[in-house]
């Protein structure tokens, strides 16, 4: 178990819906990231929080959004599913020094059919 | 802007042999960092090793070691003994140290191990 948890690990759903993906990041780190892997591929960084507060954007879709809350839970928001959004989305978090990378979730494996 | 590039989408090696992965990076920065995760079966990320780039010694890990050449920019991870559960996607990273903090990764090194 590497502290941070993401929920629900697996997701199916239909072309045009809406779906939320949540994360728990370790206890005392202030930093949420979400990045999204498609099938066999790199990782790409959508969204960056820190302590409530968006502070830095990837490549992140219109049709996604994202917020922390005050307990520092995340949520990814993804509306308006295409096939092409199927992927595993991960959450990370951190202390936000910078040696020290990130710690992960497990990912939720998204389907979009 | 940052790139990583991981020129060997797939490697394979033989049960307690030795391998190398290569990763170069682009970056106008001084300082950074440089990590290896790997990626399991499992999907989990699990971070293998991390490089200070102002510390011109090579990080080293139990069987894992980097030979990080700043000039050159290259990170490379060796991998010694190999055994059956070093199997996985490696995942080359470059984070700066100041402005965004998000970690940039290569598009991986599949390796197979083999008994």
């Known amino acids: 178990d590497s502290g941070v948890t993401q929920t629900p690990k697996h997701l199916i759903t239909a072309t045009g819906q809406r779906v939320t993906l949540r994360c728990s990041p370790r206890s005392g780190d202030l930093s949420v990231y979400w990045y999204q892997q498609s099938l066999d591929q790199g990782l790409q960084f959508l969204i960056q929080?820190?302590?409530?507060?968006?502070?830095a954007k990837g490549n992140i879709l219109e049709r996604f959004s994202a917020q922390q809350f005050p307990d520092l839970h995340s949520e990814l928001n993804l509306s308006s599913l295409e096939l092409g959004d199927s992927a595993l989305y991960f959450c990370?978090?951190?202390?936000?020094?910078?040696?020290?990378?990130?710690?992960f979730g497990s990912g939720t494996r998204l389907t979009v059919v | 802007a940052q790139t990583v590039t991981q020129s060997q989408p797939e490697m394979s090696v033989q049960e307690a042999e030795t391998v190398t992965l290569s990763c170069t990076y682009d970056t106008s920065e001084s300082d950074y960092y440089l990590f290896w995760y790997k990626q399991p079966p499992s999907r989990q990320m699990i971070l293998v090793i991390r490089q200070e780039a102002y510390k011109q010694q090579n990080a080293t890990e139990n069987r894992f070691s980097v030979n990080f050449q700043k000039a050159a920019k290259s990170f490379s991870l060796k991998i010694s003994d190999s055994q059956l559960g070093d199997a996985a996607m490696y995942f080359c990273a470059y984070r700066a140290i100041f402005g965004n903090e998000k970690l940039t990764f290569g598009t991986g090194t599949r390796l197979t191990i083999i008994p």
């Open positions: 929080y820190y302590n409530g507060e968006e502070r």
């Open positions: 990370a978090s951190s202390t936000g020094a910078a040696n020290y990378g990130y710690t």
